[in-house]
């Protein structure tokens, strides 16, 4: 019997009891409010805590409702131009107390350049504690014991942060790896010394050189760069499967993107059965996580040093860009509806107050407070009102994979000019032999049965559907290009303005296009 993998499972197991039994007592609505209190209370001896009254905001008999009435919401240049530029300029207690050590370089995709996000003792903390419950989660399916002794391969930035006189900088991934508990040390791969390699092709080969030497029972990391590693090594040892050379491997956490569009291609990787598990960590909090089987979705953390508010993306709140428009209206978690799009706004141990995070989501269950990530509030096309989600892309191109029984790796959608009207231009990243009309016959037909918007502008202004096929390594390539290879960086599904223009001279200097 496997004594150290008994122990730890034992100990996740009793760790989870009183976790699990608070959760289900816990009623959202109040678990926020106390989170809102603490982050005021901290905070109210801060630069933006005395500009907005917190101290005040605390004597409110209804501070939820004070607090929105009270701090404007904030994207990220109006945070950083305002608040944040200070903290990175070495000042104290401006949206958080004490000095901001850690700064975050976030660009999510590579459409845009990298953000400066503060990362706070506290904040580091939170992350801690939620990827252990959800590490401890794991002991709800039938697991064997050794499973627990196996290793646990994490590919993300660097490790080695560069300091710029006040604080260090880095991946957020890189950031937490290089603060994991002294216990997990004995867990953690590829360890300290390739973790600190900044170079992406280094690193993945260091990874493949130490793959037969390691015996992995979960992988974590965004679904592009974990496929190009498993493959890799697949090939450099002659491989049916990465089971061949890791047979205990039976969790794949994931995050970042919709895993949808990768399950086919990971599926041919693997010649066991996988537990594919999603995680919602962005670089401004861990927001959510999958917690246990056959759940609709990510269950939101409530009570660990996140306020979140939901504004419901749609054009009384956003415009054709994705940007906030005036007098926007936010709900509270008690407010919320099933079936909504909503905009994320955060307030957080980290300083982030008010926060357009970007993203946009959906409950699919409200008692429970499970979401899915919907898509960005920028990462979408609407040229003339069809309102096209990364949901319904992912779905299309899931649907497309589905009845052509073809692996799709990569894609990404640009809307553009067609004469007087418009198009949708698709480029698709596939190493299987696939027709460019036929593919756009087939993603037409499905996405207008998704979506009735996209249907009656097909009629009327989108006069075209365009695809076209590349090789999946030309993303890869073009990323290496735009400094954006490896770790958690993401291709964007959505190319707008000038990123259209980018993208299309790269493919004509490469003769891709013509």
């Known amino acids: 019997m496997p004594i150290l993998g008994s122990i730890i499972k034992k100990a996740f197991e009793l760790r989870n009891l009183p976790v699990e039994k608070q959760r289900r007592k816990q009623n959202p609505v109040t678990a926020q409010k106390r989170q809102l209190t603490k982050l005021i209370r901290k905070s109210q001896f801060t630069a933006i805590g005395e500009h907005y009254g917190f101290s005040k905001l605390l004597q409110s008999k209804n501070i939820t409702e004070e607090f929105a009435e009270t701090v404007p919401m904030h994207d990220y240049q109006s945070m950083y131009k305002r608040w944040w530029y200070r903290a990175l300029n070495g000042e104290s207690y401006v949206a958080w107390p004490g000095k901001v050590r850690y700064f975050a370089l976030s660009s999510g995709t590579s ?9 706070t003792n506290d904040m580091l903390k939170g992350i801690k504690q939620v990827t252990l419950r959800q590490l401890i989660s794991t002991t709800k399916f039938d697991f064997p014991l050794d499973f627990y002794e196996k290793g646990i391969l994490m590919i993300g930035g660097s490790t080695h942060l560069q300091y710029n006189g006040t ?12 603060n994991i508990p002294f216990w997990f040390q004995h867990f953690y791969r590829p360890g300290r010394r390739i973790s600190k390699t900044h170079d992406w092709a280094t690193k993945l080969n260091e990874m493949v050189r130490k793959a037969p030497n390691w015996d992995i029972g979960i992988i974590v990391g965004v679904p592009a760069w974990v496929q190009i590693l498993m493959e890799k090594i697949i090939e450099e040892y002659n491989l049916d499967t ?4 890791w047979p205990n491997l039976s969790v794949y956490v994931h995050s970042g993107v919709s895993f949808k569009p990768y399950l086919k291609s990971f599926e041919k990787l693997f010649s066991k059965p996988m537990m594919y598990s999603e995680s919602y ?3 401004e909090g861990y927001v959510a996580f999958q917690n246990g089987k056959d759940i609709k979705g990510m269950e939101m953390v409530l009570d660990n040093g996140i306020y979140y508010e939901f504004v419901p993306f749609n054009n009384e709140n956003f415009d054709d860009e994705g940007n906030l428009l005036d007098n926007p209206k936010a709900i509270t978690i008690g407010e919320v509806e099933e079936g ?3 905009a994320l706004l955060m307030s957080t141990n980290a300083g982030a107050w008010r926060y357009l995070l970007g993203d946009t989501i959906k409950f699919v269950d409200k008692e429970k407070c499970e979401i899915i990530i919907t898509g960005r509030t920028k990462h979408f096309i609407s040229i003339c009102g069809e309102h096209l989600s990364q949901e319904n892309m992912n779905r299309a191109m899931e649907l497309l994979q589905e009845e052509l029984d073809i692996e799709i790796k990569e894609f990404t959608v640009a809307g553009v000019s067609h004469g007087s009207l418009f198009a949708h231009q698709w480029y698709i990243g596939t190493d299987d032999l696939l027709d460019g009309d036929k593919a756009a016959n087939i993603i037409d037909k499905h996405l207008k049965n998704l979506n009735d918007d996209y249907r009656v502008e097909r009629m009327e202004a989108i006069k075209d559907v365009c695809v076209t096929v590349l090789p999946s390594q030309v993303f890869y390539d073009y990323m290496k290009e735009s400094g954006k290879e490896g770790s958690a960086n993401k291709f964007p599904r959505v190319l707008k303005n000038s990123r259209i223009e980018e993208w299309q001279s790269y493919l004509k200097k490469h003769s891709l296009i013509s």
């Open 281 to 283: 960590l962005a670089s």
């Open 167 to 178: 604080y260090y900088e880095g991946d957020l991934s890189g950031i937490t790896a290089g």
């Open 242 to 245: 990465i089971h061949d050379i």
């Open 340 to 342: 909504v799009d909503y």
């Open 111 to 119: 459409e845009a350049s990298s953000k400066y996000i503060p990362i």
